[in-house]
């Protein structure tokens, strides 16, 4: 790492009305820096990063790169300065092979050939392995990230921006990033790392500024610092840790026998042969790399996706043909892991997503007609429960930070008093405070004699809250087992496609 400063912030500033995204933020970067931008849901982070990224024109203040006046209006501009910017969301097309993805992210492509030999060879000194002829529709999520990943590394970057980067990967594909990562800044690229993985940070990191609220309120070296105090300085207060309650485990609410479904998702992963029961009082974590078959999973537990009556049970209901309504009517509740579009109706208000789920179980409908004052109470006491973060319960949810929408959407279903959960990625994107109340509210539940089923990717999540454990890969489950005795590295190749751990971890038994 040079001493040399590669991109200064001074004094920058942005408001939206009603909120002020950013106040007066300055830190540095230096050349070759691993620097980590930390902070709560709605601290800023984004909005700053835009701002670097010339998505975003600030209100005041300036930047400096490599010693000069910068101030982007767009992100091209920002990209000839020499900035780069992996975004948490993908944005690649599924039908398109890997060289054609990276060309139309490039200004001025060479011819496809050309194109292909230094994928091949950017990829390969990177330690980032890609054939650029795949369709981006068969890749894993790993390998799609490193799509993003080459198709920035091919503009030579000074400064790499990653938001989230290790959300959809396999602790073994966490390393990988990481050795490629270090070797870049090794060869004097600045990375500007945003995650709410704080043991990450403290592996990768340089130096770390944390926002609260918009503004710079600590600054520190992670490897200096433990996780916790990170969190705390990001939140300004003190963190407990979720705590679980002895829970005598009950009858059997949901149970899913021997069920496979073709995809409706493009490109997406058939269900096969999937089995599994949860008790009244158990949690079961789901654990799978993105695209294994989640979502389908999702869909078939919440009655968007149909199968025969008998090949799932909710609270003794054969449920198979059951559509959302019907399960939600039978004590089921589900949130799917796409926060916009699929969780929640983006512009309407947070009011109207409420109405959309709990319209049956909290009653909020009188004689045919929506109940605008219940429905409203209902929206105000998620808003309060779960800390949600917004002016008031009659904005649009796209107005909400991703952080701070998870936590209304988590709320919403978890108090429709439900005898069976199941969520797909609970804290996706959420930090560590926000993180720590939907687990201790998920666990709650559990307790009070609810059947959980989380399906997630984070799995400190997992052997945090779940009672059993299973994998998901290549749309086969398998056999759900306890959680105690499980290792990162265990779970990391099963992920991975390695069934046969388990059958050899019973062997040795």
Not at 32 to 48: D, P, Q, R
Not at 340 to 351: E, Q, R
């Amino acid at each position: 790492m040079s001493d040399q400063v590669l991109l200064a912030v001074e004094a920058i500033s942005k408001s939206y009305p009603g909120v002020k995204a950013n106040e007066d933020v300055s830190f540095a970067i230096a050349e070759g820096e691993v620097h980590a931008l930390l902070g709560e849901n709605g601290a800023g982070k984004s909005t700053l990063v835009k701002m670097i990224y010339g998505l975003v024109k600030p209100d005041s203040g300036q930047m400096r790169f490599r010693g000069r006046p910068f101030a982007p209006v767009a992100p091209r501009e920002a990209r000839q300065a020499g900035v780069a910017m992996v975004f948490q969301h993908f944005s690649l097309f599924e039908a398109l092979n890997v060289a054609e993805n990276v060309a139309l992210g490039m200004e001025n492509p060479p011819v496809m050939r050309e194109l292909a030999a230094r994928i091949r060879a950017v990829s390969e000194e990177y330690g980032l392995p890609l054939d650029p002829a795949r369709r981006v529709g068969d890749l894993s999520a790993g390998e799609r990230q490193r799509v993003e990943i080459i198709r920035c590394l091919l503009q030579e970057p000074k400064l790499l921006i990653m938001d989230e980067p290790t959300s959809v990967l396999t602790p073994q594909e966490v390393e990988i990033l990481f050795r490629t990562l270090r070797q870049l800044s090794s060869e004097g690229t600045a990375i500007l790392y945003i995650s709410h993985k704080l043991e990450e940070i403290r592996a990768l990191c340089d130096a770390a500024t944390i926002l609260r609220r918009g503004k710079v309120v600590a600054t520190c070296v992670p490897r200096q610092t433990t996780a916790r105090a990170m969190a705390e300085l990001m939140v300004g207060a003190t963190l407990t840790p979720p705590e679980r309650r002895a829970t005598a485990k009950g009858e059997v609410v949901l149970g899913v026998t021997d069920l496979s479904l073709a995809s409706p998702i493009p490109f997406g992963t058939a269900l096969k042969n999937v089995s599994f029961t949860v008790a009244r009082g158990e949690v079961l974590g789901i654990a799978g790399v993105a695209g294994n078959g989640q979502d389908e999973l999702l869909l078939a537990l919440s009655g968007e996706l149909r199968s025969a009556p008998d090949k799932v049970r909710v609270n003794g209901h054969a449920a198979g043909d059951y559509g959302p309504l019907e399960r939600r009517g039978a004590g089921l509740v589900a949130a799917p892991e796409d926060r916009y579009g699929h969780a929640a109706a983006p512009d309407m208000s947070l009011v109207e997503n409420a109405f959309l789920t709990g319209a049956l179980r909290r009653g909020l409908t009188r004689r045919g007609f929506i109940d605008w004052r219940a429905t409203r109470a209902f929206a105000e006491e998620v808003i309060a429960s779960y800390d949600v973060r917004t002016p008031g319960s009659h904005v649009a949810a796209r107005a909400l930070s991703g952080g701070n929408l998870q936590k209304f959407l988590i709320g919403r279903e978890l108090d429709q008093a439900p005898e069976v959960i199941v969520i797909n990625q609970p804290t996706w994107g959420v930090d560590a405070a926000a993180a720590a109340a939907i687990r201790q509210a998920i666990l709650n539940r559990a307790a009070e004699g609810a059947g959980v089923v989380v399906i997630s990717q984070d799995l400190d999540e997992l052997l945090e809250i779940a009672d059993r454990f299973a994998v998901l890969n290549g749309g086969r489950l398998s056999k759900p087992r306890p959680v105690e005795g499980l290792t990162i590295d265990e779970i990391g190749l099963m992920m991975g496609g390695a069934h046969g751990m388990e059958v050899a971890h019973h062997a040795e038994a």
